[in-house]
């Protein structure tokens, strides 16, 4: 059984970095988010169809997909303009 691959998200002044994360289709993906700042933000995606809090200074886990090629946003909900991304899902 194949690996799950592993992308690593931080927040850094209401900000995700990286911002733009290129997956390959048809695989689950874990995502680990790490909140550097000192308050909390939830990691939010409609087209995905996940919410996570994060506290602050604290990380948090996400699994997602497997997924078809396209593009998936996400976005914090307690910064929503500022915090914003997207996954791109490509074919691999």
């Not at 396209?70 to 490509?90: D, H, L, S």
Request: proline content about 11%; overall charge neutral; glycine content about 8%.
């Amino acid at each position: 059984m194949a690996e799950t691959p592993v992308i690593k998200i931080r927040i850094e002044n209401h900000l995700f970095i990286p911002a733009e994360i290129e997956v390959p289709a048809g695989k689950k993906i874990k995502l680990i988010i790490e909140n550097k700042d000192d308050t909390p933000e939830e990691f939010e995606s409609y087209p995905l169809n996940r919410e996570k809090v994060i506290v602050g200074k604290g990380k948090a886990v996400v699994f997602i997909g497997p997924l078809e090629p396209g593009e998936y946003p996400f976005f914090g909900e307690f910064n929503p303009k500022t915090a914003q991304g997207v996954i791109k899902v490509k074919k691999p």
